[in-house]
């Protein structure tokens, strides 16, 4: 069984940054495209990054591209997001996902992921 793990979240300032980990387990975490999303109060789930297995490749989506940086450590089995430039529009839920099928390089519809985490919020103030 796959289990993912984020933590990292909590209450910053606007202008200020966060670093978000996503541990995953029971999945050969090697070969499948990892990716970093968000849901905001009232809001639809939103995609917002993805690494491939080898992290050669990766995709922003565009309100978080030059100020979210997606990476991966395969021997700790870990994804991370790094967050900067926060703004209150950041406020949301963060949920890291694994794709589906292994080998793919961008992914970014929430229903090409099959697993979750549990999710983890982040709160920008003004």
């Known amino acids: 069984q796959v289990q993912l793990v984020e933590s990292g979240g909590g209450l910053v300032e606007a202008g200020g940054s966060l670093r978000l980990s996503c541990v995953v387990s029971?999945?050969?975490?090697?070969?499948?495209?990892m990716g970093w999303f968000r849901q905001g109060p009232g809001k639809e789930r939103e995609f917002v990054a993805v690494?491939?297995?080898?992290?050669?490749?990766?995709y922003y989506g565009n309100s978080v591209k030059g100020r979210f940086t997606i990476s991966i450590d395969n021997a700790k089995n870990t994804v991370y997001l790094q967050m900067k430039n926060l703004g209150p529009e950041d406020t949301a839920v963060y949920f890291c996902?694994?794709?589906?099928?292994?080998?793919?390089?961008?992914?970014?519809?929430?229903?090409?992921?099959?697993?979750w985490g549990q999710g983890t919020q982040v709160t920008v103030s003004s």
């Open positions: 996902a694994s794709d589906r099928l292994p080998w793919r390089v961008t992914v970014t519809q929430a229903t090409e992921f099959d697993s």
């Open positions: 029971g999945r050969s975490f090697s070969r499948y495209a």
């Open positions: 690494i491939n297995w080898r992290a050669t490749h990766t």
